[in-house]
């Protein structure tokens, strides 16, 4: 059987719950400032998501407190509350706390702050009592404590909810000898824990040769933890007295029972609503459209996970309990995902299957090969109808709906109307087993007397503690005869058959009283006319006693624990027909959008692989140049060889944009914090600020998104701290008392540049040219342009706040932000003017890893590759041309001088003699054009770019290598850097 890692699919879920809770931020903050209560639904949605998932996955504490913020915003949605900014401060905050649980689930730690004060926030605004808080200062009774070898056991197995018990064995020798089986007691305490443990004293057991088989030699302290009452766990002997039951301390008991796995709102989705007709078409009103290619993914990934295990089940008719669980899990995780995206269809459809899998965990349903066959037909259902909403087709009601709805109101009904197999039920019919078993015994063994006497006094006992007197009777005739070595068989016969009788299929009430001639079938039709049970009335008209009522209620209860299939199995074969399985059959097999997760390490992976692929295209172009030089082949030959050279050069061109497509994520997903970010410093400082968002849905290396976001939490809080003015400033100032700030971004060429832009009062140079002077960064007679002197902010440590806040003012953040943004290639430049604000403009390339480059050559055997983005052109002039200005050389170029410099220069080695005929590349940089004389021109190419070897890392100039076709390294130029 296939084995599944649960740690993929947690480590996926706080992924996910990650991102719900910044859809929740995002949510939350734009309630507060558009006023739109329509929105706590959706945070309502993602919250409960989160807490249903994380009780599924474990995660208790992740749980109970999103049901603590899930209360709160239940209260918002229905009104009951009403949003003002210390409200969504307590949000936010919540948010917070669930933001730091799933990264100390991530890096698997236990999550062991202190909540009781956000908690105690969060019932002051409730208007109630701090659940949390008030469980701690909770006087409660002592109890008792196991040594401390036991509670650490204890401790280590706890599974998260229920009660610890010690339980004492009171049985003797005597009972042991009349047939009290403690064995039978110990299995079913077994059954109803969740863990269980036996701490037994072997060192009174005699040698072998002195060994007495009718003296308890082991008497164990029996330790569980379960969720069963004390008074429950009573009942599963024939007498009370046989045990002595101590609850017992448990130092981290969470108060949290096993309810934490289904949400508590789950059970209200389908309960209690009717019926009376299902339509013919699936309702798909409220979905999102722009989730649901996501959410069929991960349910296709869901379903893979369980198909071996439904399938194993359905060949061999047998499944472990963890195999249920985990089918379990993954029709409640749809369930949730369904919530989330707005599909209330779908949801109503897992909970029902959720439904069924609980009667299965009970035990009311038997999960055989019928029930594993009709599960894996629902999931043949639901991918056929996610399947048919994603191709824009009107959905059909799944057949497996109807039958789900069908066999819930069945069980409803049979819940209703029959008793609960209760512990002494299932006590009896050990008994009844344990007869059989020993009657065989003595039978092999000579029918040893003693055997069949014990067996009968335990069959005797069993049957006047449950009530059967007849069945009493029929045991105690037999032990007479079969202790006195009389015949028994008759009497043995008529127990086998009454056995028989209790473990047939189930009957109706009216055949066993029949049966049992109590009544007969005349005086049933006449009870049955009557508008009332079939037994009141048989006892109101005093033809049948109360006992005896109750004796054929309970072999009716019998047969149905020992023959359930009779009321669950016959509707789930039902569930199984010829139509369902050609419906299945003819499933549409039309093509729709998918979306799927990929690990980040994969996509980097091929990211090389295609950079691998782009040096053989080139090193493949190289041979067949040479081919062309250094040969006298055909020139059809030549002509095969271009066509096929060319064909590779498409390919790779056509995987490298493939790629690179892969890479590219919307620039939102770093825009989407700053809300948040904006409101809590405007809150803090008293502020009014308003944050646009323009281009969120421009394209950017996935890579190059992650390096920006830290140096744009720089930039926008400096603009919110320093830049933009308090209220009273603003009014003095006669400005709107509302500071804006933007946030823009947008594609020009194959760079990205954004832009963070305020209203404030802008960054006075003087103030910034003094304070340059004073940290020696330039001279004191200096005379700068206003633009030059307000690029000295960039500089490490400066700054020209008054005061340090826990906002900004340190000097540690645009020197950061300069280094982040030079580091991948691109340039940040700083405008601004006295008391109208600041513009603060980032040009970084939109991807990395890949490029178009010209190649250039030096010397003999000296490459370099220009990024073509900072390549306006290539010229060659003739040497007369070139003239040598005060600055060094220049050119007249297109009506302006364009200053010149050797690349020898530039790389700090000696300045080479002009040749005739100049070659020049003419680079675009932030200072404008500037050409750069090489010695030769090569050719436009595709590049790979490496990352800078350690031993180049301080030449800052040099942006990557990569490798030609000939095997050559290649430095690959930082323009900007070079200048």
Known sequence: MTHIDMEKFRMEFLEEATDLLENANESILKAESE????????????????????????????????????????????????IDGDITDLLLKGVDVLFEMIEYARNKKEYDRDLSGILAMFAAADGATAPAVAEKTEEASPLARADRNVASILKQNNPGFGRAYKIDLNFTDDMLENGYDPVTLLSNLKEISEFYFADTDTSSIDMLSAHEPYKLHLRPKVYIISDAAKEEIADLAFDPELMTITEVSLEDEPEETAETFIPESAHNITDDDEYDHIPDTVDTEGIQNELLAELASGIEDYFESIENFLITIEKTGEGSKDALDNIFRVFHNIKGDCGYVGFKFLEKYAHLVENMLDKVRSGSIVFDKKAAEFILNVISDVKALMKSILINNAPEMPRTYKQLNNLQESMLTMEEKTPAVTGDIKVFLSQVDQFLEIISLAKANNNNHGMLKRAAAGLANAAKYIGFADLNDLA???????????????????????????????????????????????EIEEAKAQQKKIGEILVDQGKLNKQDLEIALKKQVIMKAVSPDDTSNISLASALTKEEQEEKDGASKEKYSQSMKVDQEKIDKFTNTIGELVVAKNAYEYMVQKLIREFDLPTSLLKDFKDNSNLISRIAQDLQRDIMSLRMVPIKQIFNKFPRVVRDIARKQNKQIDLRIIGEDTEIDKKIADILSDPLVHLVRNSCDHGIETPPERSAASKPEEGHLILKAYNEGSFVYIEVIDDGRGIDPKKILAKAINKGLAPEDAVMPDNEIIQFILAPGFSTAETVTDISGRGVGMDVVKSSITSVGGNIDVQSSVGDGTRMIMKIPVTIGMSTSLLVRMAADEHYAFPIENVAETIKVDRKQVKDLHFGNGIYYRGNVLPLVHLSKLLGEKEKELPEEVNIVITVTDNGKTGIIVDELLNRMDIAIKPVPEYFAHLNYIGGVTILGDGKAVLVLNVNKLL
């Open 476 to 522: 105690q005739k037999f032990g007479q005869k079969a202790g006195s070595g009389a015949d028994f068989s008759s009497e043995l016969v008529n127990i086998e058959k009454y056995i028989a009788a209790l473990k047939s299929p189930a009957k109706k009430l009216g055949e066993l009283l029949i049966e049992s001639g109590k009544v007969t079938p005349k």
């Open 35 to 82: 006023g739109d209560t329509e929105l706590f639904n959706a945070v309502f949605r993602n919250i409960h998501t989160i807490k249903g998932s994380a009780g599924g996955f474990g995660f208790d504490n992740m749980s109970d407190f999103a049901h603590h913020l899930e209360s709160l915003l239940d209260k918002l949605r229905n009104g009951q509350l009403t």
